[in-house]
């Protein structure tokens, strides 16, 4: 599987971008709801990937920072 070889920090990025561009945030829970399931299904894919690769705690805080950083982004856009 390509995804297996790439970075967790990669990985990570590519979660981030794929929630700025293709889901919506549910105000209440700070989660995502995917737009469409082919976007549902990429998330889990690199997911999967990155959590085979790396530390579920270390994986997770860089989603979370990527993600941060991707949203702030399209803020200032």
Partial sequence: NLLDHLRPLTLAQLIAELIADEADED???GEFNFRTEAA??????????G???????????????????????????
Avoid: H, P, S
């Avoid at 549902?40 to 990937?49: E, Q, S, T």
């Avoid at 690769?53 to 993600?67: H, Q, R």
């Fill in 40 to 49: 549902k299904n990429a998330y889990a894919d690199l997911l999967a990937a």
């Fill in 27 to 29: 105000g209440d829970f």
């Fill in 51 to 77: 959590l085979r690769n790396c530390d579920d705690t270390e994986f997770f805080d860089m989603i979370e920072t990527a993600v941060d950083f991707e949203l702030g982004r399209q803020e200032t856009n």
